[in-house]
């Protein structure tokens, strides 16, 4: 089961989640309180995260890319309505 594209428990995990966690084991790891164990642990769960994350980052850019005609423009909201 690759852990790089679920949660502990096996299911999917979204951007947001991801990057909760992310933020939940960096804190945990900067208290200094982990055994080193634990810490080896966060920390390879750690990457997985920013693996993941990065992976859907880019497939969002892909995506919008794709609905720009590969051409990014500046945002002009419709005044109209």
Same mark, same amino acid.
């Given at each position: 089961?690759?852990?790089?594209? #679920?949660?502990?428990?096996?299911? &999917?995990? #979204?951007?947001?989640?991801?990057?909760?966690?992310?933020? %939940?084991?960096? #804190? *945990?790891?900067?208290?200094?309180?982990?055994?080193?164990?634990? #810490?080896?642990? &966060?920390?390879?769960?750690? %990457?997985?995260?920013?693996?993941?994350?990065?992976?859907?980052?880019? &497939? =969002?850019? &892909? *995506?919008? =890319?794709?609905?720009?005609?590969?051409?990014?423009?500046?945002?002009?909201?419709?005044?109209?309505?």
């Amino acid at each position: 089961m690759p852990a790089d594209s #679920s949660a502990p428990g096996g299911e &999917a995990i #979204s951007f947001e989640k991801a990057l909760e966690e992310l933020e %939940t084991l960096v #804190s *945990r790891m900067e208290d200094g309180k982990l055994p080193l164990e634990e #810490s080896l642990e &966060a920390y390879q769960r750690g %990457t997985e995260l920013i693996k993941l994350c990065q992976a859907k980052l880019t &497939a =969002a850019q &892909a *995506r919008v =890319a794709i609905l720009e005609g590969e051409a990014l423009r500046d945002f002009k909201p419709d005044r109209n309505g």
